[in-house]
Structure formats: C-alpha cells, structure tokens
C-alpha cells in the first residue's frame, strides 16, 4: 500500500526519497512524487505510474534541497493519476503533505473547507490536510495578533500547558496547526508534511498506519518501513498513536497528544542492509525461497535444545493462566492465516486446547465470544495488517490477553499486544510471502511446545518433533533441490486457465496456501480442497487435461488422498504430487519427493516445492513476480 519516504540533512533529497521509493516499491502502488523546500519555496514533481518515471520529470535534476516528502500512492480515493498522486499542497503553497491511510471524514472537510474558500484539485480524501493545516495556521496567526486586543478568544491560540512544553524555535505554531488538524480527521493517517515558513523542520503523526524514523548523524529520516532506510541507519524511532515527531537535521522532538514534549529510545535493528538487495537472484521472491533454511536456524534460534525445555524471553505464562484458558483464538490475514492453521493443529493436540482461527475482517464484525479466558494470537509478517491491529484492540477491549508473532522488531502489532514473539525471518520484500510463513509455522509450533511444557505435556511426541524442528534448515536445503523439477512442470501447465490443490490435515492448510500462493503471482484461477470435499462438488469441474496438485505427508491420511486424486486421473487430470509417504509414484504425472518430518512442521518443507512452482509459472508468463498487480505487500486500510 502507500508508502511514504523522507529526509532532512545536508545532502540533496531528490535521489535519496527516490531512492527509498524504489526500496518501497514492493508494497504495491500506482503513482508517485516527491516535494522539497527550494531556494524558492516547495516544489512538487509527481506523476502516475513507476517511480523511475519520476526521473524523467523536467526540472527533477534541479532540486537542490536537502529537506524533502516523498511517496508512492495506492489507490483509494480517485483514480490513479498525476493529480492524485502525492504529495499534495495547500491553495497557498505553505504546506506539502503525503499521507498514507484514509480519511474517513473528508467529505465532511472538505465542505467545511470548501465553505471557507478552499478549492481542491484532486479527487484525494488527503488534500483536505495540507488545507486543513493552513486554515490553522492562518487562523492561529490571526488569534494571536488579536489576543492583545481580546484574550479570550484563545480557543485556537496555544494553551499554557502547551507553550511551557513549547519553546521558541520548536516551529510552534507550526505543530500547533498539524495538531489541530489532526484532532478533525476521523480514520488512519501516516502523514509528513513541510512548511515552507520552517525550511529546516519537518513533522511527522501516525495513527493506525506505518511510519518509522530513522536517526542518522546529522540526518534523520522518515519511512513506511525500515528496509527502506536500512542502509542508511540502523536506529529507529516508532510513534505511537498520534504522537508527532518534529525533525530537524541534528535533533529529533517528540510530543504527545497534548503536545507535551516526552522522550523516546532508539531502538536498533540488526537486519543487514543487504538483505533488503536481491544479492544476484532475479527476484526477491526467488531469494527469499532460498533463504529460508537460514530464516528457520533464525526463528529456532536459542528457543530450546533437544534436552532442553522451550523458553521465550518475552513469554511468561503461568501453569494456572493457560490451564484456565478456554480457548485460543488466532487471527491473521492472508498467508499469516494459513500459518495460524498449522497453530490450531500444535495447540489442540499438543496443549489439548480448543483453538479456533479467523480471517482478520471477519472475526472484528462477528462477535466473537472472547473474554478473560481467551488467548488471543495475532500472526503477522508486517504487523502494520489493519483488520488484525483492529481485530487485537478488540480482544483487548474484551479483557483478553493478546500476544503478536511478527516479523517487524517495533511494528504497530507489537506495540498493541501484551506479548510480542518475533519470526527472525529478516526483511520480506517479495509481495508473496515465502519464507515469513515458513518461520510463522515454526514459530506457532515452538510456542504449542512451550505451553505443553508449561502444562506438563511433555511427552516423547513432543521430544521428537522438537528434533525435528532442529533438523529443518538442512532438510529445507534438501527440499530446495527440487527446483528443477518443478520448473519443468511448470513449464508444462503455464497456460492453464484453473489449478486445483488437494490434501487432508495439514495438507489441507498447504493446499491453501499453495494455491494462493499461485493466484497471487501467476494470476491462474486457483481453488484448494480438503481432498475429502472433492465428491462433494469440485469433482464436477474436473475434466480432461485439467492440473491437480495433490499434496499427501499425512501417514494416516495418504491412502485417502491417494484414492481422491485416482478419482480424478480417471477423468482425465493432470497431477503433481508432493509427498515424503512411500506411494506408488507410477500413476502420476510428476511426484516431487520431500524429506520425511514430524507432521506438525511438514507444511514447511511440502511449501517449498509450491512455491517454486507458482515462481516458475509467473516467471514462465514473463510477469513482475515481485510486484503483482492489485496486490500490496502491507494492507494498511480496511
Ligand atoms: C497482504 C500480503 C500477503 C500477506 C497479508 C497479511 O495480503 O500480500 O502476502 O500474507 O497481507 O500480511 P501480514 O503483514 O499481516 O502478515
């Protein structure tokens, strides 16, 4: 979705915003721009489409500021055009505004705005907040010439409380209209905004969307997300909800809601620079498929040995807590969701507690019955997801206790939750997501571990799978050697119009995510059954020459499955199997062999041949597997 760049120093900022929208280019968008404070006041050069086109802008190269907003715009309000695209001015040309997020009241302000005299050029709920902040400021400078005269009315000037916080030089009245605006708008907003009246300042608010701050050395810089910053700093600031950051290029103030100046660490982030870099793959969605037997030694990390119970730094469950628990409930969107699948298996068989999983946007509007007996697991890579931050508030509000599983050290998720666990997986940039599921699936089932240990569970099952889970990075480096097998399938279906995906158990779980997985990058219609459902209606869609996956490391299930897909070569189907089962392999058209492991974890290894086959089909059809159309990486409204 949008993402948003910024940077004040001492060098140029055109090639360093553009530079960091090419580094958020991942997370989908349709148009771009990028405002500077000139010699001459703010300039604005946008345009639809890539942001390399921003290069080709007349007039790009003679931006010589060294403070400047940038931003890649994904659609919400108005279509994709140069006069949507961000950032956007006030009537004036005092303000320059990028905003990610809606503003669910815009309509409401801009004929409030409009009744004022406003005139807008866009069809954006965001230029109502460059227009809003100057009715403010103006209005504000109007109040304080005349509170003299009358001082009463100061109902728009600052308060006391404010100015013993707000010293001279602070851009005050400034801060003080972006507050202001800020206490109009309903919604979520990341915003930066520049003032051509403060040339060395810029602010910065968030509430419900994304934005970091990155401290540099006499610099400092703004993002959606940290890989676009990544090699620039390695400390970062996080806001909370609507507390305003004011930058300037050797110091960094925070204040809160009421515009009292607070403090705030830095918190540092050991991800590598070049692990936000493709590193001699073609894509990143290739190079995080083959990360991922170092993503999983990361996740694993120090959590257990085989003669050693699990442990969470973070985690500190009681015995009585988790006996009292009446249910798990787990929600996340997307891919996430398909890991939490894999989490209900490990908790009711290896805890023995209920667990139920939701789509994020369902669960927040269908009542669900959690109370203080509920745990309450949010699963997500970005941990900026909006349905599942609002999902968590939820709970909260409900009494539950909340834990996040996150990829993002300081993301918004885990600075809601009570408890934060982290995937280690390393920066995802692939808008697929590869190897942060892989990592969410094995961190669910260390977590059932941990609680069954707590619970007194322990049992040689539980011994097994936790070898198991130490043996995965090496058995992932075997299943990666499927590659070339997979490519020539691929080759073989590339053109076809609907792909199939069938399993039971877990395999079930991968077949969905499999087949997601496929319609994300390679836009064939997909649809993925519990094997069982296959007579039950899809059977009748089945028909010469159509491609059915068929995915069986269930010991107790395979011969069913096996049955179902016979059912479906009778009429006349191609099949792909993904097995680590001893099957006769002669009745299909490819057989993938998998390494054998605990059933629990299997869908991280019996994955891995899927996604190869997705990549190989886009890749086959010449598409942008990075970047699929429509699709964003971080989904950051409703
Ligand atoms: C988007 C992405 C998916 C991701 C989902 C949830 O749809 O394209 O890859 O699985 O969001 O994202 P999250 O960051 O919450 O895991």
Redesign the pocket.
Known sequence: MCGIVGYIGTKKACPILINGLIRLEYRGYDSAGISTIEKDGISVMKDKGRVKNLYNLKGIDDLEGSIGIAHTRWATHGKPSKENAHPHLDNSRTFSVVHNGIIENYNELKKFLSDNGYKFLSQTDTEIIPNLVHYYYSKDKKDSSSASIDKKDSSLSSTDKEDSSLKKGDCLRFLRAVKRACDDLKGSFAIEILCKDYPDNMIVVRKDSPLVIGKGDGENYIASDIPAILSFTKNFYFLNDLEFAVLSRDDIKFYDDNLQLIEKATKSIDWDASSSEKNGFDDFMLKEIYEQPNSIRETIGAKFSEDSDCEFDELNFSKDYLKGLDKIFIV?????MHAGLTGKNAFEKLCKIPTEVDVASEFRYRSPLVDDKSLCIF???????AD?IAALKLCKEKGAKTLAISNVIGSSITREADYSIYTHAGPEIA???TK?YTSQVVLIVILAIYFAEILGLSSAEIVNLKRDILELPKKIEETLKCSEQVKEFAKRVYQEKDIFFLGRGVDEVVAKEGSLKLKEISYIHSESYPAGELKHGPIALIENGVTVVGIMTVPELVKKTVSNLQEVITRGAKTLVITNQDIDKSMFDMVIEIPNTNTFVSPVLSIIPLQLFSYYIAKEKGLDVDKPRN?????TVE
């Open positions: 996340a969107c997307g891919t996430a699963i997500s890579q970005s941990g900026e997801t599942t808008v697929a997501s942060a699709l964003a990486k971080s989904v």
